[in-house]
Structures are given as C-alpha cells and as structure tokens.
C-alpha cells in the first residue's frame, strides 16, 4: 500500500481543483501547498473520493516539472488506483513518467562513465551526491543535469505507482511492456538499482500459449497461462492442472496453494501455506528453468513457449504466497496432444524422445 488510509470525511475534490489551477498558473509556491494540502485529503478521503481523483491526479504528472516531486504524485494517483481508480486511465501518465526517468537515469550513468576513469564507479542513487561538483561532471545547463541526477537517485520511487496500474490491467502492461521493459533491464544491469518488481510486472504474460511436455511419461498438453508473476507461482498452477487433473502421476498442490496462486482477492498477509516442487522444470535445451525466475524465461520453439518437466531432483518447497499480491494467475489446459504430436514436439528438445534423463 503507497499510502496509509485514514477514513475522515474531506473534499478531496475542491483541494485537486486547486491544485490543477495552481500548476496550469505555473505558480510554484500555490502549487507546493496545494499539493501539500492534496497528498492530506488524500490520506483522509473515502475510496469513492480516491476513485474519482486517481485519473485528475495522473494527468497533472506531464505539467510538474521534471525537477519536482513527480514520484511523489505519480504515488498519490497510485494509492487511488489501489482505492478502485481505473489504472488504464492512470497508466499513460505514470508509465510515460517511468520511462522518462529511466531514460534520464541512463542517460546520467553514460555521462558520469563519459566522464570519469576506468576504476571510477557508478554513485550510489542518494540525493547526498548532488552537488556543483556532479552537475559540472555531467555537463550541460544545470537544470539539465540536475534532472538526470535526480531521475538517477529517484527511479526506484516509480515502482509503487507503476506496479498499482501493472497489475490490475492486462491491457496496461501489453501497450506499455515493450517499451518499458528494455530501459528496465539496461539500468538494473548497472547494478545500482533494485528494479526486479518492474521488470516483473513489465514481463508478466497474458493470455499466452504453453506446450508442456511430460518426460516421464511422453506426453504433452497445451496451456494457456496469463498473470502469473513467477515461476514458483507457474510450478503451482501446472501441477494442479496436470496432476491434479489426473493426467499425469504426482501429488497434487493443496488447495489452499492453488487459491493462493488464482483468487482475485489478495491475501491481507503472509499466509503459512507452503507448496511443494511436483516437477523439474527444463527449456527443450535441458537448461533449468529456476522457479525464481519468470514464464518469460521460457524458450519460444515454433511459435509456442515450450516447456519440459522431468521429475525433481530433489524435494524443494517454498512459501505460497504469489510474488504478485493483486495480480491473480490462471493456467487452463486447453488441449492434450495426440502421441504423434507430443512425439514431434519431444523431437525439437535435447532428450529428442521424450524419455526421461533426470540422475
């Protein structure tokens, strides 16, 4: 949650209106304490207040000044997004504010390497670093370089708004993943930032064909998964579709893993449930598939995802609590493939014949 709730009668309403007129003023001192007095009515409005702010919060974000506490209000059209504010009329502006400030932000490392030695380091993303000395350092005018420091120290601050519109739209994450997504891998290689949350959320698939093949047994299913955020998550939802639906031997998941892994309604805290490993999960090349990692990991052979369980090597476990708490998963077997068709299939992976090759 981005913001505490605080359930107080306000007129959060007239306090935005103002705000709207002191940034279209251009009015910096007005527009600092109305914004002031916005993120508090926030805090103290009704969700239905929250509902109607959330959009009018979000279309503000391409008027602030990138030196501002843009973040800040990205974050509070965030919480109303968390409130039941429709994140695709959210998203545009938020989004369009992360890309901006991943952008800048590596546009800020470029010039800081351009400028330094061989042995110099990337900073530490901390406001403390901002000084006449790292604004001569990265060139051009101040307010340039200034900009850039900040988006650099300020980037991760995106991730609670972004995340609130991600993963409560499907259709928000397939217009934006494509260009979001790269800008997010590029920075957190740098290894200055925590983004992992973003660029799950960014990688999440919707919708999305899965040829499973069964090594022990030969055979082989298709399944349609979507909003699945891990691939702890993805192991859950494949046992309980292909074991539990009695296709192939093994113990099923608990129900309460499985709701875990699928009920709209996100637990309100860590639950105790614990789910365990049914399977190896392999890319037809026999490489791992690690369940810390994401369904987008998995190699695309013929147009399909294509996806190899063996069985485990060992017992693993893990706690059943889905890495997305708003996010729910669904995996549908759709088809069982005819032996002809799982034999082609076996055929594009290492073993080549479906026999299994787990030691």
């Known amino acids: 949650m981005i913001f505490k709730r605080k359930q107080k009668a306000s007129d959060l309403g007239a306090v935005i209106s103002e705000l709207e007129q002191a940034v279209d003023a251009r009015d910096g001192a007005r527009t600092e304490h109305a914004f002031t007095a916005a993120l508090k009515a926030l805090q103290q409005a009704t969700d239905t207040e929250r509902v109607l702010a959330g959009p009018r919060l979000a279309a503000l974000l391409p008027a602030f000044p990138p030196t501002g506490p843009r973040p800040l209000l990205a974050s509070a059209a965030g919480f109303c997004v968390e409130s039941g504010a429709d994140p695709a009329a959210c998203a545009e502006p938020i989004l369009g504010g992360v890309h901006r ?12 390497t351009a400028a330094g030695g061989a042995a110099d380091e990337l900073p530490e993303p901390d406001e403390k670093i901002i000084d006449d000395a ?6 051009g005018d101040a307010y340039e370089a200034t900009r850039l420091a900040l988006a650099w120290c300020s980037v991760e601050e995106w991730q609670p708004p972004a995340l609130a519109v991600l993963c409560r739209s499907a259709e928000v994450r397939r217009r934006h993943a494509s260009t979001l997504l790269p800008a997010c891998h590029d920075l957190a290689a740098l290894e200055r930032h925590d983004l992992k949350c973003l660029a799950y959320a960014l990688a999440v698939l919707d919708d999305e064909p899965l040829v499973v093949l069964h090594r022990p047994t030969g055979s082989g299913f298709e399944v349609r998964i979507g909003g699945i955020g891990d691939n702890f998550q993805l192991h859950t939802l494949l046992a309980h579709v292909l074991v539990g ?3 192939v031997p093994g113990t099923a998941p608990s129900a309460e893993s499985v709701r875990l892994a699928t009920d709209p309604e ?3 805290e860590r639950a105790e449930a614990v789910a ?26 013929e147009g399909y995802r294509l996806l190899v369980l063996d069985e485990p090597l060992y017992q693993r476990s893990w706690n ?7 996010l729910p998963g669904t995996a549908e077997l759709t088809r069982i493939l005819s032996d002809d068709e799982a034999r082609t299939w076996f055929a594009r992976t290492s073993s080549g014949n479906g026999t299994s090759q787990a030691s």
């Open 101 to 112: 400030d991943l952008l800048d932000a590596l546009e800020f490392a470029r010039r800081w």
């Open 134 to 139: 790292l604004l001569a350092r990265l060139g």
């Open 245 to 247: 639906g009695g296709h």
């Open 266 to 268: 996100p637990a309100r």
């Open 276 to 301: 365990t490993g049914a399977f190896e999960l392999l890319a037809p090349d026999g490489e791992r598939i690690w369940n810390e990692g994401l369904p987008d990991d998995i190699p695309v052979v």
């Open 320 to 326: 059943a609590d889905r890495f997305f708490p708003y």
